[in-house]
């Protein structure tokens, strides 16, 4: 097809004009029958919001996204483009990419009367299909429809009211294509009423000229359900007009958790080979985004994206990088002491109530961290009760007794892998549990579980664990007790 250079062959090939809405219905049509999956590298939502942005595209309609910030609207949207076809014939300089056989606009009309079936063909390819705009208060109805362009008018020698001197808006300009307004409820509202006629009839009216242009878009809108109270809403009449209002969610699992943030999170091939990343430090890091969306510290609201998660991974894998970059190794693995680093990825990603901003946006940081380990630790050893009958028959005994007996234990921050492993292996009590609960652990990741048990046990009020200069000191809760008194 792309061969085709003019109005008459693109007849002769046997070409019929379709709408971008019956484009994208036949192409997914196409793609489900096939059984390859629609939207590839979206997770989580097989069995929730793809059936239903399916459904949409089927009906023909106009979608609106509405979910928390982090749940992939965006990206679902840019995936639309994949259901277009390769490549789609234009009127050659058209402005409005004009489809040769039912023009619209003056210009193709006019060079189509002129020239015929001579008319030049121009194709233009998928990825330059889609149109994006972020809606912000600043946007003007010449921004999105069009508006009179004095230089074109005095360069054409026309008068103002000549259809001839408009200069279209983006809209316009994304005619025949996918158009996506981001944050849908900060345009102000008498900018929402200038898209009333465009979703339904789908012309445009620029200033008082009798303009009426049938535009062939698909729209989405995405929109945050907290900006209807905090900065703005959706018009009703302009809701009325979106055939498909489809909610998004964040992951329900910490499986699917893992596996959008490995997808995502940006690493190089030097990176990921020097540093190991356990499987239980996986695991925890995506707690942290549960905890966090359960926090009594923490807006629910807001939401907390998945953002912070694939950041947080991140900096954790840069902490024991730069951690084996000054010990002078190699290569490293990631240590539970090294979740410290990604603080200030939690920080700047989740809003805080009142009782967050006490605390501060650190400590609550601290706190998700602890609260992550407190979850996970019952799923591997047994369950610290707070009150215990016999002290003696509870399976850490041994190891609170061998902290009872030490003046005290330390974790170093820098400390060389060998320093690390020597460190722990000091503690005898912490390999019999792992033995007795844990025997198939990985042999690779059994250090990692050895400072987990001693976090748990900080969680659970039966260690104290406090910050020095150089590192973390696990103490016996009672002996640091009587010290400090």
């Known amino acids: 097809m792309k061969d085709i250079k003019t109005l008459g062959e693109l007849k002769q090939?046997?070409?019929?004009?379709?709408?971008?809405?019956?484009?994208?219905?036949?192409?997914?049509?196409?793609?489900?029958?096939?059984?390859?999956?629609?939207?590839?590298?979206?997770?989580?939502?097989?069995?929730?919001v793809i059936p239903e942005l399916e459904r949409a595209?089927?009906?023909?309609?106009?979608?609106?996204?509405?979910?928390?910030?982090?749940?992939?609207?965006?990206?679902?949207?840019r995936k639309m483009i994949e259901l277009l076809d390769e490549y789609m014939p234009i009127v050659a300089g058209s402005e409005i990419n004009d489809d040769p056989l039912r023009p619209i606009s003056r210009y193709a009309i006019d060079v189509i009367a002129e020239k015929g079936d001579t008319t030049p063909i121009q194709w233009i390819h998928r990825s330059e299909r889609f149109f994006e705009k972020l809606?912000?208060?600043?946007?003007?109805?010449?921004?999105?429809?069009?508006?009179?362009?004095?230089?074109?008018?005095?360069?054409?020698?026309?008068?103002?009211?000549?259809?001839?001197?408009?200069?279209?808006?983006?809209?316009?300009r994304a005619n025949r294509c996918i158009f996506v307004i981001n944050e849908l409820p900060d345009l102000q509202a008498r900018i929402q009423v200038a898209l009333f006629n465009i979703l339904q009839e789908g012309d445009i009216q620029i200033r008082g000229f009798k303009v009426r242009m049938p535009l062939d878009m698909q729209f989405v809108f995405t929109a945050n359900p907290e900006d209807y109270t905090n900065r703005g809403s959706i018009v009703t009449p302009l809701k009325d007009r979106i055939g498909s209002q489809i909610l998004t969610h964040y992951p329900e699992s910490i499986a699917i958790a893992r596996t959008i943030t490995h997808q995502e999170a940006k690493l190089d091939k030097a990176q990921s080979d020097a540093v190991y990343v356990p499987s239980l430090a996986k695991d925890l890091l995506e707690q942290i985004s549960f905890e966090a969306r359960e926090s009594e510290y923490i807006d629910a609201k807001s939401?907390?994206?998945?953002?912070?998660?694939?950041?947080?991974?991140?900096?954790?894998?840069?902490?024991?990088?730069?951690?084996?970059?000054?010990?002078?190794?190699?290569?490293?693995?990631?240590?539970?002491?090294?979740?410290?680093?990604?603080?200030?990825?939690?920080?700047g990603k989740v809003e805080l109530v009142y009782e967050g901003e006490q605390e501060g946006a650190a400590v609550v940081a601290q706190h998700l961290i602890g609260d992550a380990i407190h979850t996970f630790f019952p799923a591997f050893f047994p369950k610290i009760e707070k009150l215990e009958r016999d002290a003696t028959a509870?399976?850490?005994?041994?190891?609170?007794?061998?902290?009872?007996a030490e003046t005290g234990?330390?974790?170093?921050?820098?400390?060389?892998?060998?320093?690390?492993?020597?460190?722990?292996?000091?503690?005898?009590?912490?390999?019999?549990?792992?033995?007795?609960?844990?025997?198939k652990f990985l042999q690779e990741d059994k250090y990692f579980l050895k400072e987990f048990i001693l976090w748990g046990l900080v969680e659970y009020d039966k260690l104290s664990k406090d910050r020095v200069a150089v590192g973390y000191q696990f103490k016996d809760l009672y002996s640091n007790y009587i010290n400090k008194l």
């Open 135 to 172: 809606a912000t208060p600043d946007v003007t109805v010449a921004d999105l429809i069009g508006d009179v362009d004095p230089i074109k008018a005095a360069n054409l020698k026309l008068s103002y009211a000549d259809d001839r001197v408009i200069h279209f808006g983006m809209i316009p």
């Open 409 to 439: 234990f330390e974790l170093l921050d820098d400390a060389s892998d060998e320093e690390y492993h020597k460190q722990l292996d000091a503690v005898k009590p912490l390999e019999d549990l792992i033995q007795k609960y844990q025997p």
């Open 57 to 77: 595209i089927l009906s023909r309609h106009n979608i609106n996204l509405l979910g928390l910030r982090g749940q992939a609207k965006t990206r679902l949207a």
């Open 303 to 347: 939401g907390v994206s998945a953002r912070m998660s694939i950041t947080a991974y991140e900096n954790l894998l840069s902490t024991a990088e730069r951690r084996g970059l000054l010990s002078g190794a190699d290569t490293t693995t990631v240590r539970l002491s090294d979740f410290m680093g990604i603080i200030p990825a939690i920080t």
């Open 13 to 48: 090939s046997g070409y019929h004009s379709k709408s971008i809405k019956d484009e994208l219905r036949d192409n997914l049509r196409t793609k489900i029958k096939s059984g390859k999956p629609v939207f590839e590298g979206v997770h989580g939502f097989e069995n929730t």
């Open 394 to 404: 509870s399976p850490y005994a041994n190891l609170l007794e061998w902290f009872f």
